[in-house]
């Protein structure tokens, strides 16, 4: 079975940091990965979506990479701002059709 | 506007009383998914569908229905709830390339 780990599970920083949440899966057979923002009490927002063909994918200030043969992804986030926080959570989908969430990292940025 | 819709956002219950949480979405997605959201256990899959007429199991089914009669709609139920199933229920729906749309959430307690 498939299990996906998020690490760090907490993170603090101050506004204008450049920061890297990592994302790692047991197994490397994946059809997507999925990168997400939760605010709380919230929904899942959709940020950046990696196919397996994929290395990596851009969206605005973020960047996430996917290395499936380590069973490795990372998201960037460039100058953060204090709107960024949030738990960003990363899933795997296993070719199945069934998708696994990392339990995620709570991001605060500080003013 | 694209988007899944979920009724009821709050619901307080007692043990035993049969209750239904509708999901709608107006993407044209074949499938759909839902969730629960537990502290310290992070997402998990409850049953999701390939499309109309077809369900399957996802990692914790026990306890719940679902039906999709029609491509819009997913249903979940909840024959006889019990505290156990106190939790935060997201519904969601797939792009062709499994990108996941989530609805907002709800909120489920069981006395």
């Known amino acids: 079975k498939q299990e996906v780990t998020q690490i760090p599970a907490a993170l603090s920083v101050p506004e204008g940091e450049n920061l890297v949440l990592n994302c790692s899966f047991t197994?490397?057979?994946?059809?997507?990965l999925q990168w997400f923002r939760q605010d709380p009490g919230k929904g899942l927002t959709s940020l950046l979506l990696?196919?397996?063909?994929?290395r990596e994918q851009t969206s605005g200030r973020l960047n996430a990479s996917l290395d499936k043969s380590s069973g490795r992804s990372t998201l960037y986030i460039a100058a953060s701002q204090p709107g960024d926080s949030a738990t960003y959570l990363c899933?795997?989908?296993?070719?199945?059709?069934?998708?696994?969430f990392g339990s995620g990292t709570k991001l605060n940025v500080k003013p | 506007e694209a988007q899944v819709t979920q009724n009821p956002r709050y619901l307080i219950t007692v043990t035993g009383k049969k209750l239904t949480v509708t999901c709608s979405q107006n993407?044209?997605?074949?499938?759909m998914s839902w969730y629960r959201q537990d502290p310290g256990l992070g997402l998990r899959q409850i049953y999701y569908?390939?499309?109309?007429?077809?369900?399957d199991k996802g990692d914790v089914p026990e306890g719940y229905k679902v039906s999709r009669k029609e491509k819009r709609n997913f249903p979940l139920i909840l024959e006889s709830p019990s505290p156990n199933q106190t939790s935060l229920y997201f519904c969601?729906?797939?792009?062709?390339?499994?990108?996941?749309?989530f609805g907002p959430g709800t909120r489920l307690t069981v006395l």
């Open positions: 969601a729906s797939s792009s062709l390339v499994n990108e996941q749309f």
């Open positions: 197994d490397s057979a994946i059809y997507n």
């Open positions: 990696i196919q397996s063909s994929q």
């Open positions: 899933a795997v989908d296993d070719n199945f059709n069934k998708f696994y």
């Open positions: 993407m044209n997605h074949e499938y």
């Open positions: 569908s390939m499309n109309v007429e077809v369900t």
